[in-house]
């Protein structure tokens, strides 16, 4: 098993680039899925019915996110992290680039959007391999006292895609007329991921196993069906790093597809202004994540991620009064505290969710946590948030936040006795 040394600059590259494209691919399918797909591939009288459809295309991929999770995890444990990281990568681009070549509902029928869920379920598989691995990359090549910070670095990965889709996006609104951005304006940035996964894999090519994978395998014999040993053994962690994880992604897909959704619809609001004001707030993610990569290594992980829980309540009450109140500079503090927030129950998972399990089934156990809660808190968002705002006014998407903060909140704290969760 090779386990030379590889600089830290390029595990961390590793680990920050191939997570950014990664993202990249989901999100330019959820900028996507908000603007265009429901009239080029759903078939209805209603554009809110067709809005709904196209954010249930998008859940499908978080369906598929604990397949991915169960494969990879299963090879990730037994043959090791680079091969997996390899594939996710390739499998994930490859749907994305063929999406950008599809054909729309009035060309082919009924065929368009199944073709269009299909490779949906291939994004979500291969980011459901994607993410265990970077931050076990990171994480298990981290030195002493510096887990937090080294995990963080997958974690920038999704503020790093999310401008680079919404700033193509916004370039592609400029530049193009509505007619030829419908036509075939919004088949480039899926196109352009081939050139993204080409530059991941290049960063990714001399990488070997982390020690820590390399010392697991050197004394014990891997586990003969992971997926079966993390629920058996470790079913604590699981269900309770599942939850912890479920405000994060609520958090996230009401500040960036349910927003820009809502905002050029309903509120009737300009693309291209919209999507700068979300390209402004996303800085405050980042900004979260790094701020919470620092304090947990002072602190915990543990800790921070449930400051960040706590804070999520308040943030949930303020959705609609902000989000609500006509003012595209309320629109923006409101998505810039939100990602703020996130960034503090984002930026410690990749330290917090691989310290749950040991190193033979570390990959399964942590990205099942990971892309279970994913589910739970990302993939149903959109579609529940859209009907609670139809029937019930803001003010009820900002309850639903609420309780989400809540129920990550209850999940971390008891937490503290399992190994390594402090």
Not at 3 to 28: H, M, N, Q, W
Not at 280 to 308: E, H, K, N, Q
Request: aromatic share 12%; proline share 6%.
């Amino acid at each position: 098993m090779d386990t030379k040394p590889v600089p830290a600059r390029r595990i961390l590259g590793a680990s920050l680039v191939g997570t950014a494209v990664e993202f990249y691919d989901f999100y330019i399918y959820a900028t996507a899925a908000a603007l265009v797909f429901g009239p080029l591939f759903f078939p209805s009288t209603s554009s809110s019915a067709q809005l709904l459809a196209a954010y249930a295309s998008f859940g499908v991929a978080f369906v598929a996110r604990p397949i991915g999770a169960i494969a990879f995890g299963h090879f990730g444990d037994r043959i090791g992290r680079k091969s997996t990281l390899v594939a996710s990568l390739l499998i994930m681009g490859g749907s994305t680039l063929a999406i950008g070549f599809l054909p729309t509902y009035e060309m082919v029928g009924w065929v368009a959007p199944l073709l269009l869920c299909l490779l949906r379920f291939g994004q979500g598989f291969g980011l459901g391999g994607e993410w265990g691995g970077a931050a076990l990359l990171a994480v298990e090549n981290a030195p002493p006292g510096h887990r937090a910070r080294w995990g963080m670095f997958p974690q920038l990965g999704a503020p790093v895609g999310f401008l680079a889709s919404n700033g193509l996006f916004l370039i592609l609104g400029l530049l193009l007329t509505e007619a030829q951005f419908v036509e075939w304006g919004w088949r480039i940035p899926f196109l352009l991921s081939a050139v993204l996964v080409a530059i991941g894999l290049w960063v990714r090519a001399k990488l070997t196993e982390t020690p820590a994978f390399a010392d697991a395998m050197a004394h014990e014999k891997p586990a003969a069906v992971p997926l079966a040993e993390v629920i058996r053994e470790h079913p604590r962690a699981l269900v309770g790093g599942t939850f912890a994880v479920v405000a994060c992604f609520v958090l996230f897909y009401l500040a960036t597809a349910f927003a820009l959704g809502h905002g050029t619809t309903v509120l009737g609001y300009p693309r291209e202004r919209f999507l700068i004001v979300q390209l402004g707030a996303i800085l405050f993610l980042a900004g979260g994540i790094i701020a919470a990569g620092y304090l947990s290594d002072w602190s915990s992980p543990r800790r921070v991620l449930m400051l960040g829980a706590l804070l999520t309540v308040p943030a949930g009450l303020l959705l609609g009064p902000m989000m609500g109140a006509g003012s595209l500079l309320l629109i923006w503090l409101f998505l810039s505290l939100s990602l703020a927030v996130m960034g503090l129950t984002y930026g410690p998972l990749g330290a917090f969710l691989p310290s749950l399990f040991p190193a033979r089934v570390r990959y399964t156990g942590a990205s099942m946590a990971f892309n279970i809660g994913g589910i739970l808190g990302g993939g149903l968002t959109p579609i529940i948030a859209q009907a609670l705002a139809e029937r019930g006014g803001l003010a009820w998407v900002g309850f639903y936040l609420a309780g989400a903060g809540l129920i990550s909140l209850i999940a971390l704290a008891p937490m503290r006795h399992l190994p390594e969760a402090e």
